[in-house]
């Protein structure tokens, strides 16, 4: 584990200031999310928002979480948003007038509220001295709030790394098998959606670089998504590739 | 003078608050996906905090799950909002009303 | 008091002529039944089947009549029943035969009448195409009415009471292709109706205190009853018989029941069906006989409507109409008979009247068949010498109904105005009696003058009829009535001891006299001089034809003319009032119940579609309430929690 | 021939032929209508034995059968019968084979709609001898399936408005119905649906209040009285013939039946309060009806308002409270139920000619067709109360019981006798006479057969007419004791709870138990199927 990292966790100033930093960072990066334009924009300021957390997380003396954050959610997750960002090509302005009026003014009114309802509920006994995960107040009681003993003895015992296979492979086994699973279902999920209908018009020779016109689809693949397209011309083109209804119930 | 977890918590509920008035306010899928994206790991956030006051490492499992159960879920999203492109030739999340009454 | 008031009835003995009396009113009905199902294939038979239905049943009643005359006065009120009909909870009513003196003369002048006017009407309906049809309908007629008249029961009475409303309808409208014969046969029937509901609103209310409706038990309980009760049955009993004797104020529908054939005119509109409100009071003498004051109130109507139909007889220019009013003035007669107490007196006249109005409806029938069916009296005159049997028996029957001396007309008013006048109360009424007296003799001999008499006016017509005497099937009843007219009057010489009035004591109150307010001698000269007076003068002034009305009666003749608007006022009194009250509720029910209905309806549909409104199809409006979901739930917990005070405990025992 | 369970044979042969019917291939038009008319004669047998079986003098129920159903909740199939239904019955069992000969030509989808007939008839005859409130519910609701597609599929042209109306009138009603005998069950204790025990609770004025006007609910949408009829005219206009004919001569019945059955029986201080505004109601529809007849220019709404008048009367006879007025509602109801249902054949022969009911579209009918003219003329006769025909026998007595109740009523209701005959004679007036105009030119006559389904109602009214002493010597005992006992309650006597059953030396009063096969699959089974398969 890197010293920062564990300079970090011994408690003390660093992991006041390391927190207000990542915890700004964070939260400007969540607003930058949501207040983007362009979408490729969001996607790199959640990137942001999950090294922070990352951050936060070895803090917390989760430092397997940290690394497994970085790698799955920094390097797959977004990197899949910005793949599909461009596949799509819909990186254009994206005009945030909402359809409902008074849509933007409702949601941030709730979020405010959802925040003071969250935060009162959780963090509500925590915030007193004892709370302050190793501090000898929570070691003794004494401090008010409930006291937080933090990881660091059951860290150092084998480790966060082994302690959480540890507990993974015994208490938890069934769950990690159901989601091994998941995931492969999800995989096969992905492929089915994304399959194409073989059409053989469509059969490219290899090696031509003119993509086939898609029948009907207004050769998507070129066509910028010039502003919002009205619904009907899209709906319109009701392509081939949807999978035909089985048998549907003549009504 | 180090953090007390609850501010760990209130930065969690801040987080997941900006996310929910995100994908209430845009109106791209996918920035809605993503908003949901950072919802997930806000209360990744917040287990690992209580993992930490409850001095168990059952918070972070829990965490590890999410995480994998966030990845899934996201394969099979964009697969999703691929298709709806297709459909739709717009990713406008308002287009989509099919359901209307 | 009478047999029946008594409780004397007798169970007729069997085989008696009374045990078989049922029989007269069935076979008519069952012929009439035969003729309806197969009258068309019996062809020309049909007409004989009616005939001798109609005649077995008078010979029935000529039977029954020597058998009961052979019988004491004490035992004539004889009783038969034929089986139970009625036995609905407390109500027990028997299709049961009251043979009495006076059933048994209603009877034979209905059969006897009957009879001869079915073999009228084989000349008079020759050449129409619906013979069977006719004759059936005559023969319900003759089995109803006597129904009526041998009912023992007030039910059963009813009964025929209401199937004669319904042979009146049919006869009425019998050449239902005209409209107008249609709606008066239908005015016929909707007036008769509500006479009708008089009558079973009496019932009710003599069922309620006696328990029983057959006379047997009635008319002994007579006394017994309540004054209110006796006088509401008195008055609705009396609502009844106007209904049916066409008075007022339920008389208008008699004249347009001129639009049926003239035999049934002379059938039932003068003879028989008019005369069932007169029967029915008779019948009920021993309850009236309790409310002198309401027989006043009879005789009022009585005496009210022989001066009005009277009045309006002069000014009528229709052959049958006159004679229509006629009767409506010759029944008012009656009813003042009936009303002051005479009952045998009333129905003296109610026999004699069945005679000379028969004789003049069909002598009537007869002028209108041999001038193709034309009935203005002013295109006739001059026919005695076409038609000379027809012209005398007219003659013979105006001069009855007139009163000339020594015809039966003359016997029947004088005894009514006599018993009049032997009543306390009756100045008014005898005052009206004569002045009719004078009115019927003027207008008859008018209409006989304008007939028969003076210049042939048909003959400037522009294809004048050519007119010949009738058929002997036409003349024979009308000689057999005239003769009847002429001799009728032996049946009742002496108001007391006459033969009529000794056969009627056992069936109805004797009449006690209560003031002299003339002289019968006295009386019996005036009305002979106002008769000859009336006959002189209605011969002299129309022998030379129609008569130009003076400019200042013009008006006066012309209300006559219009029945004095009587139908108007009816129908803005009762009839347009209805109507709109009707299409008021059909409005109500249409919009306003239906509305309501149907508003329940649209009402739970647009809560529907508001509902609806909610999917507005955005995905982010669903977003939005689950997030105001989600709040709401956390801000609930949250407040539950501070309110049990001890805090989140998130962490601690669960 | 005793201990054959006549009343489940009345049931069930219609059920199984409409389930015989059902089976059978939808071309086949002509086999299945030999088929539901054999089956409609047997069960007329069926109903004669039965009429043969009923000693008159009892006044409680008799031929009884009783099968437990669902034992856990007390439910058990029980039938009966009494002077009250007996009538009824035969009535329904007489004109199904009349309805089946006159819907014979029916083509367009005739296997449906001789199974709803079918069905209708097993539905209706159960009604009337369910002695099980659960069963009698069930069947109560189970007959607006049959009707509601009898209107809705072959109907006119805004069947579908008035099928819905129809339907939604009647199961509102019922539920409200359904809540009051939940309410009985639980009161009870007894954990029974048995008529007997439900009739002998111990209710309190204010429930009793309540749980009348619940039943009066059903019974008042069904008879139908005042402001709940205006389904009626719709249902009648837009049903075919045959469902009309059906609607008015037995299903507006179970309305006045069910007042006569539960109502007075069961909540009798309730019955003495309301008896007043009942008797009100009563008189106001038969002269709203009336009136509201005369101003119809479609001759079946004219007919069904007609019904409406004449319902009128029924309730009248049934809330006199005195022994007259039942007797001759029981009556009149058969008696409405022979001559409106007379009318409305005639009405039908005349619409399957011209397929126009609009009065004023004929002039002179009865120059062109003699016999449909004459027959017509009979039977409005005897819809007027005209005496000598059936109606003035169920008629009279109701006025008579209804004067001596109420006077004022009494007289009120007269007069509807006046507004009767105008709006019968006027419609017959403009209809049958005057020229030969508009559609009656060119008028067929009656056929044979059309003639075949009249003439025995006609025949029936002249008989009641002139006889009904038969039909009263069989309701008088039974209403004798049903009067008897509310107008006890209202002099203070306690509720003697009369021992219905009569006294059990009677021989065949022990409830005959049924020797049912194994899994009874005779009768339970045909319940269950003739409600699910026409519901198909």
Not at chain 3, 156 to 177: A, K, M, R
Not at chain 3, 270 to 289: E, K, N
Not at chain 4, 244 to 257: D, E, H, N, P, T
């Amino acid at each position: 584990m890197t010293p920062v990292l564990a300079q970090a966790t011994e408690g003390g100033a660093a992991e006041l200031w390391t927190f207000i930093i990542v915890g700004a960072v964070a939260l400007g990066s969540a607003f930058g999310l949501i207040l983007m334009r362009n979408a490729v924009h969001a996607a790199l300021m959640l990137v942001l928002n999950f090294l922070a957390i990352a951050v936060l997380y070895a803090v917390l003396q989760a430092q397997f979480l940290a690394v497994i954050q970085l790698i799955v959610y920094a390097g797959a997750i977004v990197v899949l948003f910005l793949f599909v960002l461009m596949l799509l090509g819909v990186s254009r302005e994206d005009s945030l007038t909402a359809r409902v009026p008074g849509q933007k003014t409702m949601a941030s009114v709730l979020g405010v509220l959802l925040f003071v309802s969250l935060a009162a509920a959780t963090a509500g006994p925590f915030l007193g001295d004892a709370s302050v995960c190793g501090s000898e107040e929570a070691l003794t009681g004494t401090g008010d709030g409930v006291p937080c003993l933090g990881l660091a003895a059951v860290n150092a015992a084998e480790g966060n790394l082994r302690g959480l296979g540890f507990l993974l492979f015994t208490d938890y086994v069934w769950a990690f098998e159901v989601t091994a699973v998941l995931l492969v279902i999800a995989a096969i999920g992905a492929i089915v959606l994304g399959r194409r209908q073989e059409d053989p018009s469509e059969l490219v020779e290899p090696g031509s670089t003119v993509l086939p016109a898609r029948r009907g689809s207004g050769s998507a693949a070129t066509e910028p998504g010039a502003g919002p397209t009205d619904a009907d011309e899209g709906a319109a083109t009701e392509t081939s590739e949807a999978t035909p209804s089985e048998g549907e119930e003549r009504t | 003078m180090s953090v007390p977890a609850g501010y760990y918590l209130i930065l969690a509920a801040a987080l997941f608050s900006i996310g929910a008035v995100g994908v209430l306010i845009r109106r791209s899928v996918i920035v809605m996906f993503m908003c949901v994206e950072l919802m997930l790991n806000s209360v990744n956030l917040t287990l690992v905090t209580f993992a930490r006051i409850n001095a168990s490492l059952d918070g972070q499992v829990l965490a590890f799950f999410v995480i994998v159960v966030a990845a899934a879920e996201v394969t099979v999203g964009l697969a999703l909002i691929v298709n709806l492109f297709r459909l739709r030739a717009s990713t406008d999340a308002d287009q989509v009303g099919a359901l209307r009454a | 008091m009478t047999g029946l008031a008594e409780g004397a009835a007798v169970v007729a003995p069997a085989g008696s002529p009374a045990a078989w009396a049922w029989l007269m009113a069935v076979v008519p009905l069952v012929s009439a039944a035969v003729l309806l199902l197969v009258g068309r294939r019996l062809g020309r038979a049909a007409p004989w089947v009616a005939i001798l239905s109609a005649g077995f049943s008078l010979t029935l009643a000529v039977w029954a009549a020597v058998w009961l005359a052979g019988r004491e006065a004490a035992e004539r009120t004889v009783v038969h029943t034929v089986a139970t009909w009625l036995p609905a909870g407390e109500l027990e009513v028997d299709w049961a035969v009251l043979v009495d003196p006076l059933a048994v003369a209603m009877s034979l002048l209905v059969t006897g009448v009957g009879l001869l006017i079915h073999v009228y009407s084989l000349g008079y309906m020759e050449h129409d195409s619906d013979i069977p049809r006719f004759f059936a309908y005559l023969n319900l007629f003759l089995g109803s009415m006597l129904v009526l008249v041998l009912g023992e029961s007030l039910l059963t009475l009813f009964v025929g009471w209401e199937l004669v409303g319904l042979c009146s309808y049919l006869l009425i409208g019998f050449w239902f292709d005209e409209r107008p014969n249609a709606s008066a046969a239908k005015k016929a029937f909707v007036i008769n109706r509500v006479g009708d509901v008089g009558f079973m609103i009496a019932m009710f209310l003599l069922f309620g205190a006696i328990g029983s409706l057959s006379l047997v038990e009635v008319l002994p309980a007579a006394e017994g009853l309540a004054g209110g009760t006796l006088v509401a049955v008195g008055l609705l009993l009396l609502l009844g018989a106007t209904g049916k004797s066409a008075q007022i104020p339920l008389f208008v529908w008699l004249p347009d029941a001129m639009a049926g054939p003239t035999p049934v005119s002379a059938l039932i509109h003068a003879a028989t069906m008019v005369t069932a409100g007169v029967y029915l009071i008779a019948r009920m003498s021993p309850l009236y006989v309790q409310i002198p004051e309401i027989g006043l109130v009879v005789a009022a109507v009585g005496a009210a409507t022989a001066l009005v139909a009277a009045l309006i007889a002069v000014a009528q220019n229709d052959i049958k109409r006159v004679l229509a009013y006629s009767t409506v003035s010759q029944l008012g007669y009656m009813f003042m008979a009936v009303g002051v107490g005479a009952y045998s007196a009333g129905i003296f006249p109610l026999l004699t009247h069945g005679f000379f109005k028969a004789l003049l409806f069909l002598a009537a029938g007869s002028v209108m068949h041999a001038m193709a069916d034309r009935g203005d009296i002013r295109e006739m005159g001059g026919l005695l010498r076409d038609l000379p049997i027809t012209g005398g028996t007219a003659a013979i029957g105006t001069l009855a109904i007139a009163g000339f001396p020594l015809t039966a007309g003359f016997f029947s008013k004088e005894e009514i105005l006599a018993a009049v006048a032997d009543t306390a109360g009756g100045e008014v009424i005898l005052a009206i009696g004569l002045v009719v007296a004078l009115l019927t003799a003027f207008y008859m001999a008018r209409w006989f003058a304008l007939v028969f008499l003076g210049p042939r006016r048909f003959e400037e017509l522009d294809h004048p009829p050519h007119p010949h005497e009738s058929p002997l099937s036409m003349t024979l009843p009308l000689v057999l009535l005239a003769v009847a007219s002429l001799g009728g009057g032996v049946l009742n010489l002496d108001p007391e001891t006459g033969v009529l009035a000794g056969w009627l004591a056992p069936s109805v109150v004797a009449f006690e006299q209560t003031a002299a307010i003339i002289g019968h001698g006295l009386l019996e000269a005036i009305a002979i001089v106002l008769a000859l007076v009336g006959l002189a003068a209605g011969v002299l002034l129309f022998r030379a034809g129609p008569r130009e009305v003076s400019a200042s009666a013009a008006p006066a003749v012309r209300f006559a003319q219009d029945a004095f608007r009587v139908d108007e006022l009816y129908r803005a009194a009762i009839i347009t009032p209805g109507h709109w009250l009707a299409v008021g509720l059909t409005w109500f029910d249409e919009r306003g119940i239906d509305g309501a209905v149907n508003g329940a309806g649209r009402a739970t549909s647009g809560l529907a579609t508001a509902g609806a409104r909610l999917q507005t199809g955005f995905v982010r409006s669903y977003a939005l309430a689950v997030l105001i979901g989600t709040v709401l739930l956390i801000a609930g917990l949250v407040g539950v929690w501070m309110a049990a005070g001890d805090g989140i405990v998130l962490t601690g025992g669960w | 021939m005793a201990d054959v369970p006549l009343l489940t044979l009345l049931l069930a042969v219609p059920a199984a032929v409409a389930l015989l019917i059902a089976v059978m291939p939808r071309e086949a038009v002509r086999p299945i209508r030999s088929v539901a008319m054999a089956g409609s004669l047997v069960t007329l047998g069926v109903a004669v034995a039965v009429l043969a079986a009923f000693e008159v003098g009892q006044p409680g129920f008799q031929l009884e059968e009783e099968v437990a159903w669902i034992p856990q909740w007390g439910i058990s199939y029980r039938l009966g019968v009494d002077g009250i239904s007996l009538l009824l019955v035969a009535l329904t069992a007489f004109f199904m084979p009349l309805v089946v000969l006159a819907a014979w030509h029916q083509h367009e989808r005739a296997k449906g709609f001789f199974v709803a007939l079918m069905a209708m008839g097993a539905a209706m005859l159960g009604v009337f001898l369910a002695l099980d409130l659960i069963l009698f519910y069930v069947l109560f609701e189970a007959m607006l399936v049959p009707m509601y597609a009898l209107i809705g599929i072959w109907g006119g042209k805004q069947r579908r408005y008035a099928a819905i109306k129809f339907f939604l009138y009647t199961l509102v009603g019922g539920l409200l119905m359904l809540v009051a005998i939940l309410y009985l069950y639980w009161s009870a204790g007894a954990q029974s649906f048995d008529y007997d025990v439900l009739r002998g609770l111990e209710l309190t004025g204010t429930e009793q209040l309540w749980l009348f006007l619940a039943f009066f609910a059903a019974f008042g949408i069904k008879v139908p009285i005042f402001p709940f009829h205006t389904w009626l005219p719709d249902a009648h206009t837009e049903a075919p013939t045959v469902g009309s004919v059906i609607l008015a001569a037995v299903l507006l019945k179970i309305g006045g039946y069910g007042f006569l059955r539960f109502s007075l029986p069961y909540f009798p201080e309730a019955t003495i309060s309301l008896a007043p505004w009942m008797l009100g109601l009563g008189v106001i529809g038969v002269l709203y009806g009336a009136l509201v007849a005369m101003m119809q220019r479609d001759i079946k709404r004219l007919i069904a308002y007609s019904s409406v008048s004449h319902l009128g009367f029924v309730v009248l006879g049934a809330f006199a409270l005195n022994q007259t007025g039942a007797a001759g509602s029981v009556v009149q109801m058969v008696n409405h139920g022979l001559s409106t249902g007379a009318l409305f054949l005639l009405v039908g022969f005349l619409y399957d000619r011209t397929h126009e009911r609009a009065i004023a579209e004929y002039s002179g009918i009865m120059r062109v067709t003699p016999v449909f003219g004459g027959l017509f003329l009979i039977t409005a006769m005897s819809s007027l109360a005209l005496p000598g025909l059936n109606g003035f026998t169920g008629e009279f007595p109701i006025l008579l019981g209804t004067f001596a109740a109420v006077p004022l009523a009494g007289i009120a209701a007269t007069l509807g006798v006046i507004l009767a005959a105008i709006y019968l004679l006027w419609a017959y007036q403009r209809m049958f006479h005057g020229p030969v105009e508009g559609r009656a030119v060119g008028l067929t006559d009656l056929t044979p057969r059309e003639i075949g389904v009249v003439a025995p109602i006609v025949v029936l009214m002249v008989a009641i007419g002139l006889y009904p002493g038969p039909l009263y010597d069989r309701v008088n005992p039974t209403v004798e004791v049903l009067v008897e006992e509310v107008v006890a309650v209202a002099e203070g006597a306690d509720v003697a709870t009369v021992d219905q059953t009569g006294d059990p030396a009677a021989g065949s009063d022990a409830p005959i138990e049924l020797d049912a096969p194994a899994g009874s699959d005779l009768d339970s089974a045909d319940d269950d199927d003739e409600d699910e398969e026409v519901s198909r």
